[in-house]
């Protein structure tokens, strides 16, 4: 997830305790709502090629009622558990960075950052064929600054990713590469929560595990920055509607005034490596946005935020006459910027929330530590092949529980217990942790990273006028292009198959664990 906070991560409950469900069947049952919904999902968006967030919703929920019949005893246990994993902190924390987010990129495309966008491209004569790469350039610079992935997946999809579509370069590929930045920076941002998480669950300090890191980060991103160039030579753009006239159009009214968001963007950088939370820091981005919008006339007060109430509303004579008030004689409603980017995230806040609920019904019915104590006692008998549980579990475990700060909790006990036992080095163990939950938060059709940027995709079509549905991309179509995080998790199992990079406990002591 890896948005940064100044406060320890709360841990997602992976103990056994009194509330530990029984389920007929035997542990491996509580995992039912759980693989019901990935089958749900699998069959909706790869085999109906349904990309519907309402669908998924729908997908938990029916595992989660079918669960219940599997539940030994009173349902009050499997319905209270459901509610205790939904209060977790890490999905209220995702949710929160998805709604601000949200408002601070709507608002930014609102003053015309894409426009500015296109405009310095085609000054610059940057096209289709560098586009992608430099998209993921930039994406992991400001992830790695700011310390959210999916803030910058959100803000890059709605700025990023209609400019390089009308640029010409290939919607999927793009999408691909916008992912892949934001993998790069959650991976590596000293302010992540997936970088504290892991520090702190194997008893590292964060400065040591970020510059032990790198050399693997590095390796992926220069591939996957090779990766997208030729990529983009080879994949053809998307079809759009009089494309060529558009894009012209588009171009023609292009105004560089917009780049000046450039600086919202800026404030959120410095404010959050300044070590403030990142609600604090994007909250200053997103007022830096609306006063220039305001001050140079990139947008109205109204597009920013509007009431739009009928005419026979008590106060409608008193206040019709603001610039945000609207009388209208039909659907009076509350819209703008602001609105529509919180807005947009509702029904995936709801998603994320059953899946975490689910997850948690499966850690308490003993699924999760069914499937840990296997590979535990079965594969992990020698050092490569514990380095190659860890990667597989950790991958697995991201497969169910989508946001992967959660899931990075959840088995962080469990990779400390695999890699000490064969006196592998907290840096080393850290490092095998993050990257498997950085790099697979972003690429299953249904993790939180493919979502939270399908989410803000929908909303585009209303944006352009050129930009149709069809331009929106199918999650399971952007999964072989997320070149970095496949690569990401190439590079720790040729890591373990090798030897590349592993540390014992004897080559180095971690320094006194910071929990910043």
Do not use: C
Request: hydrophobic share 55%.
């Amino acid at each position: 997830m890896g948005t940064n906070s100044t406060a320890p991560t709360d841990e997602f409950d992976t103990e056994p305790d009194e509330t530990e469900l029984l389920f007929y069947g035997g542990r491996g049952m509580s995992a039912f709502p759980i693989v019901f919904f990935v089958v749900w999902a699998i069959i909706q968006t790869a085999l109906l090629r349904i990309s519907s967030e309402e669908g998924l919703v729908l997908g938990i929920l029916l595992g989660l009622i079918l669960g219940m019949f599997f539940a030994k005893g009173s349902w009050k246990g499997y319905a209270n558990t459901i509610f205790e994993g939904m209060t977790q902190p890490v999905a209220v924390t995702a949710i929160v960075a998805w709604v601000w987010a949200g408002m601070f990129a709507q608002t930014m495309q609102t003053g015309g950052f894409v426009e500015g966008l296109v405009w310095l491209a085609d000054l610059t004569g940057v096209g289709a064929a560098l586009f992608p790469a430099i998209t993921f350039v930039l994406a992991a610079l400001l992830a790695t600054g700011i310390g959210t992935g999916y803030g910058t997946t959100i803000a890059f999809v709605a700025l990023f990713f209609p400019a390089g579509v009308l640029l010409g370069a290939n919607p999927v590929l793009l999408f691909g590469a916008i992912l892949s930045g934001a993998i790069f920076g959650d991976n590596l941002a000293p302010v992540s929560d997936t970088t504290i998480v892991s520090a702190v669950t194997q008893d590292s300090d964060i400065g040591g595990v970020v510059a032990s890191r790198f050399k693997y980060a590095i390796i992926a991103a220069l591939l996957a920055f090779l990766g997208y160039v030729v990529a983009s030579s080879v994949l053809p753009g998307a079809e759009i509607t009089n494309g060529a006239e558009a894009r012209q159009l588009f171009v023609a009214e292009s105004d560089p005034l917009g780049l000046v968001h450039l600086l919202s963007m800026g404030v959120v950088i410095v404010t959050a490596v300044a070590g403030r939370h990142i609600v604090e820091a994007i909250s200053w981005g997103i007022v830096v946005a609306v006063v220039a919008n305001l001050v140079l006339g990139l947008a109205p007060a109204s597009a920013i935020v509007r009431f739009e109430a009928p005419a026979d509303a008590p106060a409608a004579d008193l206040l019709g006459g603001l610039p945000i008030v609207e009388i209208v004689s039909e659907d009076p409603t509350v819209t703008g910027s602001l609105v529509e980017g919180a807005a947009g995230f509702f029904t995936l806040s709801i998603l994320v929330l059953f899946i975490i609920g689910a997850a948690q019904i499966m850690i308490r019915g003993g699924a999760f530590q069914a499937v840990l104590d296997w590979s535990l006692d079965n594969l992990a008998t020698n050092v490569r092949n514990a380095e190659l549980t860890m990667v597989g579990s950790t991958a697995l475990i991201n497969a169910t529980i989508t946001i992967n700060t959660a899931a990075e909790v959840a088995i962080g006990p469990y990779i400390s217990k695999v890699g000490e036992r064969f006196n592998i080095n907290g840096y080393r163990r850290a490092n095998i942790l993050d990257a498997q939950t950085a790099a697979l938060g972003y690429i299953f059709p249904w993790s939180g990273g493919v979502l939270v940027g399908f989410s803000e995709m929908q909303n585009l079509p209303e944006t352009y006028d050129w930009f149709d549905a069809s331009l929106v991309v199918n999650p399971v179509d952007v999964v072989p292009f997320v070149f970095h995080g496949w690569l990401l998790v190439a590079v720790f199992v040729f890591a373990a198959l090798t030897g590349f990079g592993r540390e014992y406990l004897i080559d180095r002591e971690s320094e006194e664990v910071a929990r910043v």
